[in-house]
């Protein structure tokens, strides 16, 4: 029986021999003593020890006789009594372990269906309510092979093991749970044997050509330990006894005396066992059509069945088809590998750290059997699939390290021509391996180094930027990316190309040619990295060094053909073949908030994609009827100079924003780099991603200052009332500012960054550098300047107002038109200034999820903004349009003086610079909040 009491546990109460120990046994053996010699039967009662929990005190109950009606009141009375030691959590747990063990019905042998029956002996426990099996301390679901049967009362359950395999010994515990006690029984099953496995062709065929002493000879093998005989009927034939290694063998020579085709039935049976295999003989005269040591002679038509190779479990099928045997069928599978398949289905999380240790033993004892064996190699496959479907799987260093010792045999040369098999079928098991590599290599945590013969693994934690060499033969490097504490796990595999089919994205799987015309010519390396990677670079070095076609970088991409996956180039870049020696970059897409942001969120990138096409796709419609409108009305809105300078600030705003626009879309639809061309003269960028770049640049700058171009004017025609400048020399001083200005701050970048390879990103992002030159402050800087500016002229504007109104004008037309840019500078600056300041977000806080979406919004849509506030919202050219629209009276001639309205400018972020879809993930930690990916390299 055991009571877990509110009270620290200590260390001193695992020793009997301290103070502590004694004191709290014998304080509880008397309160024991008093509740339960009251039972009938009483023979004693004592504490048998502490466990941590609080403090879980065991202790037993001797008595000749059960009385669970008595057990219960002393278990009540007990709790009570010693509340003055400590509080009692729940209730007095009892159990009674029966001497009598599980009923048990012997599979003897594997194979065969195992029984176990736990049933409630003489003791009354009160009310079941559930029962629970366990194995070897773990408790047994009803699934797969096993199956719990309970009767109604619960006061029997049977457990059957189907297909009983030898990891099914070990200890057996039932435990019925009743209302006051809990009945347990035991077995230890320890008498599982593996079962004969025996080895004779099931169908032979064979051509009698009617000479005098043919015969055909049948032979029939079994593991060492037994031994066979063939009957034919139930006359035991003669046969030839020989002893082959661990196997044990019979050879029968079948006289063919007569030439009438005839099929006959031999039986291999083991001696004293009921486990047998009929061989079916087939005789005929026709000429032979196929021959084959295996698979014997047969006529077109004719099926062969042939055994597995000694060891193995399963059937193979083959057909003569025309002049071949074509083999239809093979599950010969290693039969201890068998095994392992079948306890991986039934697997719980916790036993996974054994089994992984159990099956990396067996594979390195039968690794020749698993080499030759494209099935087995499957088998094993599949077996880690299973294992790293396991969501809640923390991978330890114990576990990863085995799995890999279990990968290294599988994928070693000597495992080539089983692999070649496997790929010519078009399966996925390489990809399947890969698969579940990747999978389980992004729960390995710590620092960690591990090596096989065949493959290395490395697991280390970086800031900024990595450099890792690869066993020599393959350089790692990640530039500069800002991260603090990344964590990166490397496996390099240096026979995967031994492994993994050497067919690309432009294969055809249709085609009857199955011979891929490429070649794996490196080492392939998974890389996983728990941040967002837009910028990778390998070295690897040539596995051949004959082949004369070009190099080709590329990742495995699981989702081609139809999920059998394929090489795939897309996103990455060849950079140079020197001295044999492979260099190749890989990027992954960006979206549109690179204008601002120093990186993205991995696992909101196509939401933003989405975000800043639909939005930059309004924004462009709205600047062009912005433009057809500001033209449709200009002679009846810039009666003076005030409202025409207001509007040429408009049409020069929607014009910049537009052509920013539309090269941003070019820039995007590029997405490339030149510094992908070693030898390139960097001095001047000319590339085409550079012009991009310079242009987006250019005309982004010059939508703020024709923003800032609206506020000064609003602060020369509010304060300087007493002031006269032309139109001319307005117009002058306004193109000078709007575009000289953006022209000087953009040819400086150039002439700053270029030199040193720093103008544009090294992610395939047509945009301004961030990581190594900061060139993007060339556009965050003059930017926040301009609203902060704007800001100071609205609040000194509101205060002259305030102190003066603005009767102060002369003109009807000249005071609305400055109210109504004083009312557009009033919001769109404060709009404007907020989007951007959620763009200065997005450059501090990189991984806030939220900044980068709102940004994406509010930026995208940043024309229709301008085509709102900035035109109509001017009452005089909502007044204009609906005069001359053909569905409103012509006669009426009530219009609102000059109004006009656009304020200090849109600054349209448009959000997210966009490159290819669909690359390699490098390094995502999935699903969690930390954005990462992982993903596999190589070269073809």
């Known amino acids: 029986m055991a009571v877990t009491l509110n009270k620290t546990f200590t260390p001193t109460l695992n020793d009997p021999s301290s103070d502590e120990y004694k004191n709290l046994k014998k304080d509880i053996d008397e309160v024991l003593n008093r509740q339960y010699s009251r039972i009938t039967g009483f023979i004693s009662v004592s504490v048998t020890g502490f466990r941590q929990g609080s403090i879980i005190t065991e202790f037993v109950v001797e008595t000749t006789d059960i009385k669970t009606s008595e057990v219960a009141e002393a278990n009540k009375a007990f709790s009570k009594a010693i509340e003055f030691i400590a509080p009692v959590i729940g209730s007095v747990r009892a159990l009674y372990t029966s001497d009598v063990s599980l009923g048990f019905t012997s599979p003897n042998y594997t194979g065969n269906t195992m029984t176990l029956v736990c049933e409630l002996q003489s003791i009354n426990v009160g009310e079941i309510s559930s029962v629970e099996w366990t194995f070897q301390g773990r408790k047994i679901k009803q699934m797969g092979r096993r199956t719990i049967t309970n009767n109604p009362s619960n006061t029997q359950s049977v457990l059957k093991v189907v297909n009983a395999i030898v990891l099914d010994k070990g200890l057996y515990q039932c435990t019925l749970m009743g209302a006051v006690l809990k009945f347990r029984q035991k077995k230890n099953?320890?008498?599982?044997?593996?079962?004969?496995?025996?080895?004779?062709?099931?169908?032979?065929?064979?051509?009698?050509?009617?000479?005098?002493?043919?015969?055909?000879?049948?032979?029939?093998?079994?593991?060492?330990?037994?031994?066979?005989?063939?009957?034919?009927?139930?006359?035991?034939?003669?046969?030839?006894?020989?002893?082959?290694?661990?196997?044990?063998?019979?050879?029968?020579?079948?006289?063919?005396?007569?030439?009438?085709?005839?099929?006959?039935?031999?039986?291999?049976?083991?001696?004293?066992?009921?486990?047998?295999?009929?061989?079916?003989?087939?005789?005929?005269?026709?000429?032979?059509?196929?021959?084959?040591p295996v698979y014997g002679d047969g006529r077109e038509g004719d099926r062969s069945r042939p055994d597995c190779p000694p060891g193995q479990k399963g059937d193979k099928l083959a057909e003569c088809q025309q002049t071949k045997w074509m083999l239809l069928e093979d599950t010969c599978v290693v039969a201890v590998i068998k095994e392992l398949f079948l306890t991986s289905e039934e697997l719980l999380v916790e036993d996974i750290p054994d089994f992984v240790g159990n099956m990396s033993v067996t594979v390195k004892d039968v690794q020749k059997e698993i080499t030759e064996s494209p099935n087995t190699i499957s088998t094993i496959v599949e077996i880690l699939g299973n294992i790293a479907d396991f969501p809640a799987l923390v991978v330890s260093q114990n576990v990863i390290e085995n799995v890999l010792e279990t990968v290294d045999v599988i994928v070693g040369g000597a495992a080539t021509g089983s692999w070649t098999v496997l790929n010519s079928n078009g399966n996925t098991t390489s990809s399947d391996l890969l698969f579940s590599m990747e999978s389980l290599s992004k729960r390995l945590s710590g620092k960690l180094t591990f090596k096989t013969n065949v493959i290395l693994l490395n697991r280390d934690t970086f800031d900024n930027s990595f450099q890792a060499n690869l066993n020599d033969s393959v350089l790692l490097d990640i530039p500069n990316s800002d991260f603090r504490n990344a964590s990166i796990t490397t496996i390099t595999f240096y026979t995967l190309n031994n492994v993994m089919p050497a067919r690309n994205s432009s294969f055809n799987t249709n085609s009857n040619n199955t011979i891929p015309v490429n070649a794996i010519n490196a080492a392939v390396v998974l890389v996983n990295i728990d941040k967002p990677i837009n910028n990778v670079t390998f070295r690897y070095d040539k596995l051949n060094t004959s082949l004369t076609q070009g190099p080709q970088c590329v990742f495995w991409n699981f989702e081609l053909f139809n999920k059998q996956g394929a090489w795939d180039d897309e996103g990455c870049k060849f950079i140079s073949d020197v001295n044999d020696t492979v260099t190749c970059t890989c990027d992954h897409l960006t979206s549109f908030s690179i204008l601002m942001a120093t990186d993205i969120p991995e696992e909101i990138r196509e939401i933003l994609d989405v975000i800043t096409y639909v939005g930059v796709g309004i924004s462009m419609a709205s600047l062009v009827i912005c433009l057809i409108i500001e033209g449709y009305v200009w002679k009846a809105i810039t009666k003076n100079s005030t409202a025409f300078m207001r509007h040429v600030s408009i049409i020069n705003t929607a014009l910049s924003l537009l052509i920013a626009d539309i090269c941003f879309i070019i820039?995007?639809?590029?997405?490339?780099?030149?510094?992908?061309?070693?030898?390139?003269?960097?001095?001047?960028?000319?590339?085409?991603c550079s012009t991009a770049t310079f242009f987006m640049h250019f005309f982004y700058l010059a939508l703020f200052f024709w923003m800032l171009v609206s506020g000064l004017l609003l602060f020369y025609r509010t304060v300087m009332v007493f002031s006269h400048m032309s139109k001319s020399v307005m117009l002058a001083i306004g193109f000078l500012l709007g575009y000289g200005g953006p022209l000087i701050i953009a040819v400086v970048t150039v002439a700053a960054t270029a030199p040193g390879n720093g103008y544009i990103r090294k992610d395939y992002a047509c945009w301004l550098n961030w990581t190594e030159t900061m060139a993007l402050l060339a556009l965050v800087i003059p930017a926040l300047s301009i609203v902060f500016i704007n800001i100071i002229i609205i609040i000194v504007v509101l205060f002259k107002m305030l102190r003066r109104g603005v009767g102060d004008a002369s003109q009807r037309d000249e005071r609305h038109t400055l109210m109504v840019i004083l009312r557009c500078v009033v919001i769109l600056t404060p709009l404007f200034g907020l989007t951007w300041s959620l763009g200065v977000g997005t450059m501090i806080d990189s991984s806030n999820v939220g900044i980068h979406i709102a940004f994406a919004f509010f930026n995208s849509l940043q024309g229709f903004f301008i085509l709102v506030f900035g035109t109509l919202f001017d009452s005089k050219i909502r007044s204009i349009l609906a005069r001359k629209s053909p569905t409103t009276s012509t006669g009426s001639n009530t219009t609102r003086s000059t109004s006009g309205g656009f304020s200090s400018g849109g600054m349209n972020w448009i959000n997210r610079l966009r490159g290819r879809r669909n690359v390699y993930h490098l390094s995502n930690a999935a699903n969690s909040g930390s954005a990462g990916a992982s993903e596999s390299f190589s070269n073809i």
């Open 189 to 292: 099953v320890t008498d599982i044997k593996p079962a004969p496995i025996i080895v004779s062709k099931v169908q032979l065929n064979t051509r009698c050509l009617g000479t005098a002493g043919q015969t055909q000879r049948l032979k029939c093998c079994v593991q060492s330990q037994f031994k066979v005989k063939w009957l034919r009927s139930s006359e035991v034939l003669s046969s030839t006894p020989t002893d082959e290694g661990n196997y044990f063998c019979r050879t029968y020579n079948h006289p063919l005396s007569s030439c009438i085709g005839t099929s006959i039935t031999f039986t291999c049976k083991v001696d004293g066992l009921n486990y047998k295999q009929d061989t079916t003989l087939t005789t005929f005269v026709e000429p032979i059509t196929c021959k084959d």
């Open 667 to 688: 820039g995007a639809s590029i997405a490339d780099n030149p510094t992908e061309n070693p030898g390139s003269d960097y001095t001047v960028p000319i590339g085409p």
